[in-house]
């Protein structure tokens, strides 16, 4: 059983920066895509971005430009850098990771989510 635990959220002002971490541990298999979700109030989950092991990364389009997300994959950790924050980005970060089981397939687990909030 995979468990990720996020860290790195918080209350930060318009404009302002916050770096997100998410680390697996618990997997006996390679962990393949890692990326970010968030979900603001009264809105769906979306994609923030996602990175590959080997580092290929995809971002959202409101985000670009402003975030960044990078790996240690040693650590089997993801961070999301955030900067140029804004109110829009307010709501609670997903951290999701995919355990690739070869040709059986795999298993996506999600963490508990952190707490973004922009505001004055």
């Known amino acids: 059983q995979v468990q990720l635990v996020e860290s790195g959220g918080g209350l930060v002002q318009p404009g302002g920066s916050l770096r997100l971490s998410c680390t697996a541990s618990g997997s006996r298999f390679t962990i393949n895509n890692m990326g970010w979700y968030r979900q603001a109030p009264g809105k769906e989950r979306e994609l923030v971005a996602a990175?590959?092991?080997?580092?290929?990364?995809n971002y959202a389009n409101s985000v670009k430009g402003r975030f960044a997300i990078s790996r240690d994959n040693a650590k089997n950790t993801v961070y999301l850098q955030m900067n140029s924050l804004t109110s829009e980005d307010t709501g609670v970060y997903y951290c999701k990771a995919r355990e690739d089981w070869g040709v059986r397939g795999g298993m996506d687990y999600w963490g508990k989510g952190t707490l973004v909030t922009v505001s004055s």
């Open positions: 990175i590959t092991s080997d580092g290929r990364t």
